[in-house]
T-cell receptor
Framework: AQSVTQLGSHVSVSEGALVLLRCNYSSSVPPYLFWYVQYPNQGLQLLLK??????LVKGINGFEAEFKKSETSFHLTKPSAHMSDAAEYFCAVSDQRGGADGLTFGKGTHLIIQP | GAGVSQSPSNKVTEKGKDVELRCDPISGHTALYWYRQRLGQGLEFLIYFQGNSAPDKSGLPSDRFSAERTGESVSTLTIQRTQQEDSAVYLC?????????????FGQGTRLTVV
């Protein structure tokens, strides 16, 4: 079984400030970890993913995330927020390499950017 | 096509009516997933198809829900005798089997409103 916890259903930051969205997971096997972004009335777009290798992964739009096995975390960061980053962000885990259970998602974090 | 296509994009139906949602996966993708996203919630796994294998229906919430897929092409999700709690965005995703480069590609979803 696997699960994902995203701390904070809403996060508000000022434009230009650091963005930090928290994600903790549980998995019985080494996980694959994902961050997706969802803009209003759109589907999910993959921001970045961790499968194997380097634990710091870089994604699109200046986002990056670090896999920390000891903390079972995969927090998403961006050094400087932009107004266009306002969206819903979902962390997800897969422990079957995309098999029958596909992805297990967190409940999402709504990122608000203050001008 | 270039991406996962879902239709209709929006559907309003009366309580008790049946609805059919369609998903066209990316050509060549062997795996197809349906998820449900209720307002303010994360994504809930519904059903998974992998090639010609029997689908994993473990996520379907009731026997009013069913899905079909012909080979590795179009899938339809049918909800019979719709209820207000069925109101949600239904997202479809496809992927190229399993493996280290596994990634799910999502459509834009069908927003279902039961009135």
């Amino acid at each position: 079984a696997q699960s994902v916890t995203q701390l904070g259903s809403h996060v508000s930051v000022s434009e230009g400030a650091l963005v930090l969205l928290r994600c903790n997971y549980s998995s019985s096997v080494p996980p694959y970890l994902f961050w997706y972004v969802q803009y209003p009335n759109q589907g999910l777009q993959l921001l970045l993913k961790y499968t194997t290798g380097a634990t710091l992964v870089k994604g699109i739009n200046g986002f990056e995330a670090e896999f920390k096995k000891s903390e079972t975390s995969f927090h998403l960061t961006k050094p400087s927020a932009h107004m266009s980053d306002a969206a819903e962000y979902f962390c997800a885990v897969s422990d079957q390499r995309g098999g029958a259970d596909g992805l297990t998602f967190g409940k999402g974090t709504h990122l608000i950017i203050q001008p | 096509g270039a991406g996962v296509s879902q239709s209709p994009s929006n559907k309003v139906t009366e309580k008790g009516k049946d609805v059919e949602l369609r998903c066209d996966p990316i050509s060549g993708h062997t795996a197809l997933y349906w998820y449900r996203q209720r307002l303010g919630q994360g994504l809930e796994f519904l059903i998974y198809f992998q090639g010609n294998s029997a689908p994993d229906k473990s996520g379907l919430p009731s026997d009013r829900f069913s899905a079909e897929r012909t080979g590795e092409s179009v899938s339809t999700l049918t909800i019979q005798r719709t209820q207000q709690e069925d109101s949600a965005v239904y997202l479809c995703a496809s992927s190229l089997g399993v493996g280290v480069e596994w990634e799910a590609f999502f459509g834009q979803g069908t927003r279902l409103t039961v009135v």
